[in-house]
């Protein structure tokens, strides 16, 4: 019989400020659509202005989707004062006008998104999101060895590995041991920057120094780069360090 794994999800805060109730409605539907597919957990708030929006705000957002042309102070005029304040939280646009989209990126924004808002572009929105958050965020999973119970800290996981019907933590001290399947760290961590690089190893990019031919060097270790993940592999390290 496998060993649970025990798993400590983080719930992610979004707010959407907007005025328009059919778009705020449809905003916060695909959401919790792509919380559901992708295995996420979401509180979702709600302003109908930047102005109530910006009284309340105290830095306690991961994602924020914002439209751009609102009564009182547009959306752009308010990502400038969170921006000045919170250099993290992530910044969306929703607007029914295209050439405002252009102004985004003076606040660092990492997308937009037109009015009406479809699963598509939110979903691909989101997905380039949740990649940047996992390379900020770490969450603490507890591995059930033969000792009993054991809490890693993603962000000190290098590398896992299988070894026989096992699974090898590999971390900055001891490694940790555990009968199961790699299927199961790989859907617990993938949000946090964790991705395989063959059916043997799931890799933390943060570890990884160089690719050399089919081996990619992780925390010393060089590990093998399976044929057929190689391309999926390797564009998910790029936008790693790119994005």
């Known amino acids: ?22 778009a705020r409605d449809t905003l916060h539907n695909l959401l919790e659509e ?17 102005d109530e929006f910006l009284a309340e705000y105290h830095g306690n957002c991961d994602i924020l989707f ?12 308010a990502m400038e004062q969170v921006r ?12 029914g006008i295209a050439r405002l989209a252009a102004q985004s990126y003076s606040v660092g924004a990492l997308d937009y998104i037109l009015k009406p808002a479809e699963r598509v572009p939110l979903f691909a929105a989101m997905d380039n999101a949740m990649r940047i958050m996992g390379r900020r965020r770490r ?4 591995v059930n060895t033969s000792d009993g119970e054991v809490y890693l800290d993603s962000a000190e996981i290098t590398y896992i590995e299988v070894f026989g019907h096992f699974l090898v933590y590999h971390t900055g001290g001891e490694d940790v041991t555990e ?6 760290p790989e859907r617990q961590l993938s949000s ?17 120094e160089g690719v ?12 093998k780069i399976g044929r057929t993940r190689y391309k999926a592999f390797m564009s998910a390290l790029n936008e790693y360090l790119g994005g």
């Open 212 to 223: 050399d031919g089919d081996e990619v060097i992780v925390a010393g270790d060089r590990l």
């Open 66 to 77: 914002a439209d751009i042309e609102m009564p009182g102070t547009d959306g752009m005029t």
């Open 139 to 142: 969450v603490r999973i507890c």
């Open 179 to 184: 009968w199961a399947t790699l299927g199961k």
């Open 192 to 208: 946090y920057g964790f991705v395989r690089c063959s059916k043997s190893y799931l890799v933390n990019l943060k570890y990884v």
């Open 1 to 22: 019989m496998l060993a649970a794994v025990c798993y400590s999800r983080t719930m992610i805060n979004i707010v959407l400020i907007e005025d328009e109730k059919a």
């Open 84 to 95: 000045r304040r919170d250099s993290d939280v992530i910044i969306i646009f929703v607007t």
């Open 34 to 50: 792509y919380e559901k597919e992708r295995g996420q957990s979401f509180a979702i708030s709600s302003y109908v202005s930047a």
